[in-house]
């Protein structure tokens, strides 16, 4: 009997490191230094890209002596962005070895990840265990699972997470643990997809082949778990629309093109993405699924 597919099963897509290496060498960045922007076309595994990564952190404004988490954090795209433009000692956790080592190799290639921050004032604390990490503002990346991280409590001042929820069945156990990290009067920001109408999702999509592995909340559902545990929201907007016009201007606008670009999430995902991206557009504009920005503060 065929084991039941797993998530690491859905995004383990053969050698992964070696394919990004050979489309950054496509792309003529095989050598050298890299901008965090040469990799934004396929670093920003979300509805929206970079664009949507641009607003979260708009919206949160961290500074740089800020603690800054993010749970689930693929390739590292969000977490160099925000390294480039704010600064702080950023982690970036992610359930997929080869996701962690790719993100850091590619941290290293635009050089974040011996970066200081332009520090003012006292320096906070830096998350238990890592007091000796120097120098004392890089970026870096951990394995590990998001329903039982590897940080002791009150470790961080910010967490994002951005399209990573649907993997996960036990989402009051997520934001618990969440929570846990960030202790009192801390920020949560929220980017995911959420289920829409009461009619089953059209699979495969980019973050499940299969409905075991998709575990959708409706906003009413995650908003009751939040505040069960003491978060309080203070921003939400729903992005399916916008969601809706990036894939057309953006993704499927290629999707018939000879040409590939050798920069893309095909990279990531290989070649089955573009029917599951199909997917999710019939889904958003069905109403079986929609998109949500959301920020949520722990209680003091």
Request: contains cysteine; hydrophobic residues 40%; proline residues 7%.
């Amino acid at each position: 009997m065929p084991q039941p597919l797993t998530v690491q099963d859905h995004y383990k897509v053969g050698d992964l490191m070696s394919r990004v290496q050979q489309a950054l060498a496509d792309a003529g960045l095989g050598e050298g230094p890299l901008s965090w922007a040469d990799l934004s076309p396929f670093d920003q595994f979300h509805v929206g890209g970079l664009a949507a990564t641009k607003e979260l952190a708009d919206l949160l404004t961290p500074g740089s002596g800020y603690r800054i988490l993010d749970v689930g954090s693929g390739l590292g795209g969000p977490t160099r962005f925000i390294k480039a433009h704010y600064g702080g000692f950023i982690i970036g956790l992610d359930l997929n070895p080869d996701f962690v080592a790719v993100a850091t190799m590619l941290a290293e290639r635009t050089g974040q990840s011996s970066q200081i921050s332009q520090m003012q004032g006292d320096l906070p604390p830096m998350p238990p265990g890592y007091e000796n990490f120097e120098p004392f503002r890089q970026l870096k990346y951990v394995q590990g699972d998001a329903l039982d991280m590897p940080f002791e409590d009150a470790s961080f001042d910010m967490a994002i997470t951005q399209h990573v929820a649907m993997n996960i069945a036990d989402r009051r156990g997520l934001y618990t643990e969440i929570k846990r990290v960030l202790g009192p009067g801390c920020t949560l920001a929220i980017y995911d997809v959420v289920k829409g109408n009461d009619e089953p999702l059209i699979f495969p999509v980019p973050w499940a082949s299969e409905p075991s592995i998709s575990h959708l909340l409706t906003v009413a559902e995650m908003r009751g778990l939040l505040t069960e545990l003491g978060f309080k929201e203070s921003y939400f907007a729903d992005k399916t629309e916008e969601g809706i016009r990036w894939f057309e201007e953006s993704i499927l606008s290629r999707k018939d093109s000879d040409v590939k670009p050798a920069l893309g999430l095909h990279v990531v995902m290989g070649p089955g993405f573009a029917g599951a991206a199909a997917n999710l557009l019939r889904n958003l504009k069905e109403g079986r699924a929609a998109i949500v920005q959301t920020i949520w503060n722990s209680a003091r």
